[in-house]
């Protein structure tokens, strides 16, 4: 049944379907922030169309992030995650706009310069040239080194912050990381492809 269904969902070009095309979301909570890295590094790998979000203000539960996933895969999804010992505390259908999870990201338009933020952790990009001008925010230790190795980069060609960090914080400044490079793509930069 799950190779039936992820290969479907390869097959139509693993695309998120656009909102109104009758796909129901739903989205998978935890009470820690590593059952929900160790979820979407699972699932991912298996096949499934999953993103990271933030919750809807009324189901936090301590762990700020949840994963999101098209509901008729649940039962497969749910068993990929027990053969992995990961169980959600809930998990739970998007039935109404209250109940949307929310983007992970914020972005803060500064004129020559973009700022994403992922949870407490924050990546500038100057946009005329792409290059990454601060890395700051979180509280493990990694984030200055971090911080070190990114700055005066290129948003392109600088290596992704999971290939050194080692904490949550690193895990936020990747997914900002990414969204950075994404909006540098979208807004007309160098393409960071190839």
Known sequence: MLKSITGWWKRRGGKTVPEGHGVEKGFLVFQHTGEVIQAERCLQAAGFPVEVKGPPPELRTGCDMVVAFPLLMESAVRR??????????????????????????????????????????????????GRIVNVSGGGCPDVPYL??????????????????GHTLCSYALQKAFLEARRLWNTEGGASCAG
């Open 80 to 129: 990929v995650l027990e053969g992995e010992r990961l169980n959600p505390m809930a998990v739970v259908p998007v039935s109404g706009p209250l109940l949307e999870p929310v983007s992970l990201f914020r972005v803060k338009d500064y004129g020559e310069w973009f700022m994403v933020q992922a949870a407490n952790v924050k990546i500038t990009v100057e946009r005329s040239s």
């Open 147 to 164: 911080a070190s190795l990114l700055v005066g980069q290129q948003i392109c060609g600088a290596e992704e912050p999971r290939v050194q």
